[in-house]
């Protein structure tokens, strides 16, 4: 079994997350080489209402994808619900993202150097959860993974029971109920709109109030010209 294990962890259903998800990355600057489907990763649901993501890539969900706050964070904002991201490297490295229904961030355990907190993102050595609300025996159950040395796979382990996935380390590879998956905004000719040739990147709805100038037809249905656009008689 990989060392590496990344999972992200949403209270809502797989749809919701997957339009929030299109509008929140819809905000950052994407390069035209981007394909135009990418692959976030596979998604499944559990029966507590929440909902299980294995990214595709390593830290997409903590970077912040050239804008203030990391996309965990504008997600959960957009959503208006709890998350959090377990990250497992080892089997004695263990790091927790939470994140509130307001986009408030906290980071616990070993988290990664470049996570660079910008003051509302709090950062405590044991492994807790302080923003996203659990019951009290859960608390303590984690405190006392927490403390034992080298059980860092059990504590990830059990923080996936409490989203309903016991078992999402071995399975967080090959999930096939759901994906989601991000079109970034389609790259269009600035001439048609503003009558120039440079290229400007449209966000889909911007795309889809830009009206399309059509012009008038030279001939009609059975080939003859019309009078307006025939040359003008002598």
Known sequence: MPRWRQAVFLRQRLDVIQRALSEVLDEESWSPATPPRLYIGGARMSTRGWTLIGPEFADFFLDRGGLPEPRLARLARALRCPGYEVDIRDP???????????GRMRSSGARRPWFEPDGDEPVATAVSFGLVPVPDP????????????????????????????????????????????????RIVAGARLAGTTARHTETRAASARTPLRVAPASFDRRGRRLRSASRPRR
Do not use: C, N
Request: charge should be negative; glycine fraction near 8%; charged fraction near 25%.
């Open 92 to 102: 004695q490295t263990i790091a927790l993202y939470e994140v509130d229904e307001h």
């Open 138 to 185: 859960i608390r303590d159950r984690i405190a006392a993974l927490a403390e034992v040395r080298g059980a860092a796979a059990d504590l990830a382990g059990y923080l996936g029971a409490v989203a309903g996935f016991p078992m999402w380390m071995r399975d967080v590879l090959s999930l096939t109920d759901g994906k989601l998956v991000y079109e970034p905004p």
